[in-house]
């Protein structure tokens, strides 16, 4: 099970919906007008002012699938601040948080960095086997890409039974 999948389990009550009153319209406008596109620092600030806006409004799931939707549209810096930003707020959130952040360094081919935060995702509670399934991927990537195999004892210490295993075993 890969991140989308995981995407698509979430309760369809968390969506981020288009609200009609000015507050919160301008969240969708902010997305969808950075469809595609780089993200200027000016507008890497508006975004990282909304993402604060809902937690300082206690809306910590729509924040969430805000930075969520920053991940799936490519952005992956401002992904990384706003998860930053929502942990600080909302610590219940620590390990989803840290789960995509490390998806957010894995788009960006910082293995060893994503499996970091996989890993604190791991000490917080989330999903398990989505985690198993993420840290294989990144140290499979990251053997790819450096031929460095240590990532894949790293896997077959803290999923001694994951789905890889026999992968693993096979790199070392």
């Excluded at 509670?125 to 790293?154: I, P, R």
Aim: negative net charge; hydrophobic residues 40%.
């Amino acid at each position: 099970m890969g991140l989308f999948d995981w995407f698509k389990k979430q309760p369809k009550k968390d969506v981020l919906e288009l609200k009609k009153d000015a507050k919160y319209g301008s969240v969708y406008a902010s997305l969808s007008k950075l469809d595609g596109k780089n993200i200027s620092h000016e507008e890497a600030q508006v975004i990282q002012a909304e993402i604060m806006e809902l937690l300082n409004n206690k809306e910590t799931n729509s924040a969430v699938n805000y930075a969520c939707r920053l991940l799936t549209k490519g952005h992956y810096e401002a992904c990384i601040t706003a998860f930053e930003n929502i942990m600080a707020k909302a610590p219940s959130k620590k390990g989803t948080c840290e789960n995509q952040i490390g998806a957010a360094c894995f788009f960006l081919n910082k293995y060893p960095e994503a499996i970091e935060h996989y890993l604190l995702a791991l000490e917080y509670n989330f999903d398990l086997e989505m985690l198993d399934y993420n840290v294989w991927e990144a140290a499979e990537a990251q053997h790819k890409a450096t031929g460095d195999n240590s990532y894949a004892k790293t896997y077959l210490e803290r999923f001694p039974a994951g789905e890889a295993r026999d992968a693993a075993m096979k790199l070392l």
